[in-house]
């Protein structure tokens, strides 16, 4: 059931996380936040309105035009790689040889990919290429299946595949148009920068990005009707949450526990959105200072404050820990706790 109409949005101070060393408050950091039903804000903690880069929240919204292009059936994709398209992979080997061959299918291959190389984040896999001398490629990277789905879209579209990075890219062009939309603006109100994979990044308000993870929870398009390609887009995160993430990572472990009610994605920078599917709301935070040792702590935070379903055993990144180079735990993440206001 949607909550009941409200005029205006309930206005609330930031959240805050401490870390704490020793029973004392080492450091703090403070939380901007939105709540949105797809159209109406509910809720906005701090100023929500000020324009945030999505980084790699966005990846649900721009694997859209993988799909409603024809691009995913044209070639073949499966959910799980449909999955791995709106993911920030941990470069294992199940992660790897998926995005291997989702540019297969396009008759492509890691060379066709711009993202760029670093090593894996799943620790066990680094340790054996570290043993074995294996070095990392943009396989690894964890923007590597999102840059394969665009890879594909442009193929599908007969669209030069050497310069799908360039923001005037045709394809760019309609990610752009997208990301606006769902976020309620025109394209030029949207911001455009360069990521960490070297993708043109999109800024919008912290109030659009809970509007497009409603909107997504929703199974709603960018425009407004209700969407064959973004219902796939959504199952495809809850039934393989494995890809959009990694073993031990957030994403996974949170949609793994929530059973299906709710899509999960993580950016860098502190950045988090999130879409509940039985209530078909939206709420993205950011920390404002970037240090993602918050988010998780923010996150489930911002679901005990709201009186949304927090799903069960994820304590670890619920109450983190604070731990020394010996594994001595000296303290502890927390939230700020107090009544909204």
Not at 273 to 285: D, E, F, W, Y
């Amino acid at each position: 059931m949607k909550s009941p109409a409200r005029p205006v949005a309930a206005i609330h101070a930031p959240r805050v996380i401490e870390v704490t060393r020793g029973g004392l408050v080492e450091s703090s950091h403070l939380v901007r936040a939105a709540v949105s039903d797809g159209g109406r804000l509910l809720d906005v903690f701090g100023d929500a309105a000020r324009p945030t880069f999505y980084r790699s929240c966005s990846k649900p919204m721009q694997a859209y035009w993988l799909l409603e292009s024809g691009a995913a059936d044209r070639f073949g994709l499966t959910s799980r790689e449909i999955a791995l398209a709106c993911g920030s992979h941990s470069g294992t080997v199940a992660h790897t040889s998926t995005v291997k061959l989702i540019l297969e299918r396009g008759g492509l291959t890691e060379r066709d990919l711009q993202c760029g190389v670093h090593p894996p984040r799943d620790e066990a896999t680094l340790e054996a290429m570290r043993i074995s001398g294996e070095e990392p490629t943009a396989l690894h990277h964890n923007c590597s299946g999102k840059h394969a789905g665009m890879l594909l879209a442009c193929q599908h579209a007969g669209w030069p595949i050497e310069n799908y990075l360039d923001p005037a890219h045709p394809h760019q062009v309609r990610l752009r148009a997208a990301i606006a939309a769902y976020a309620g603006m025109t394209p030029e109100q949207v911001g455009v920068a360069i990521d960490g994979c070297s993708a043109p990044v999109f800024a919008v308000p912290v109030t659009g990005m809970a509007r497009s993870f409603a909107r997504l929870a929703q199974g709603l398009g960018p425009e407004g009707p209700a969407s064959a390609s973004v219902e796939r887009i959504r199952d495809a995160m809850r039934t393989h949450p494995d890809m959009v993430g990694g073993p031990g990572r957030l994403d996974t472990e949170f949609m793994w526990a929530a059973g299906g009610d709710y899509i999960v994605k993580i950016g860098a920078e502190g950045v988090y959105g999130v879409g509940h599917l039985p209530t078909g709301l939206g709420l993205a935070l950011k920390v404002e200072d970037g240090n993602t040792r918050a988010v998780s702590v923010a996150l489930f935070d911002l679901l005990e404050t709201l009186g949304w379903p927090v799903p069960p055993g994820l304590d670890a990144f619920a109450f983190p820990m604070v731990t020394n180079f010996r594994d001595i735990e000296v303290g502890v993440i927390r939230p700020v706790r107090g009544t909204l206001h």
